[in-house]
């Protein structure tokens, strides 16, 4: 199923309507769809590398807005869904703690979240479910996914085809990477 849906987002990439559908798929892959706009975007900027950044730009923008949709599924569903099996468990008090304690460090986990491999949509539900400040995490999403778009779209419209095999494979493991040097380094500045 998962190759089916990912050779269908590849087909779209060649449509006449490849923008549009770079679009739908960036807003729905922020809340729910599978398969990152990114595979989308890498050959529609192979083929237009002219229009490298205007491709980074409608990911972004529609990537944004598909976090927010997400963060408005965590918000109202978890009320009606999330909070009733939590109270059927007996673990209200647990969401509590973890509710402060992600809000406390939410911006971290939507910038990491919107850079690395790791399931963004995951993240804009959560946000939604815990509260998380609105702007905090529309500013941390419009960040995260301007960094990873844009970087790729630089990377193709700099590089072309040749770079492309680098960003399939290797990209998502270098900004997890980069993120957990980040990480690192704020933790030795902390407790040094």
């Known amino acids: 199923m998962i190759r089916a849906l990912y050779d269908w987002t590849l087909g779209l990439a060649q449509s006449r ?5 770079l679009a739908f798929v960036a807003f729905i892959e922020s809340s729910v769809f599978p398969i990152p706009p990114d595979i989308l975007m890498i050959p529609m900027i192979i083929a237009a590398p002219r229009r490298a950044f205007l491709i980074a730009a409608v990911s972004t923008v529609f990537s944004v807005l598909g976090g927010a949709f997400g963060y408005y599924i965590g918000a109202v569903f978890f009320d009606s869904i999330g909070l009733p099996v939590l109270e059927f468990y007996g673990k209200t008090e647990h969401f509590a703690t ?40 529309m500013l941390a999403s419009v960040v995260a996914r301007a960094l990873r778009f844009f970087l790729i779209a630089a990377l193709l419209w700099k590089f072309g085809a040749p770079i492309r095999d680098f960003i399939e494979r290797r990209l998502g493991l270098m900004f997890t990477l980069a993120v957990l040097l980040l990480i690192a380094g704020f933790a030795a500045v902390r407790f040094l």
């Open 98 to 137: 973890f509710q402060a304690r992600y809000n406390e460090f939410g911006a971290w986990a939507v910038l990491i979240a919107g850079v690395t491999p790791f399931p963004y949509k995951v993240i804009t539900i959560l946000s939604g479910a815990t509260g998380l400040s609105l702007p905090v995490f």
């Open 17 to 21: 309507h490849a923008l549009w559908a």
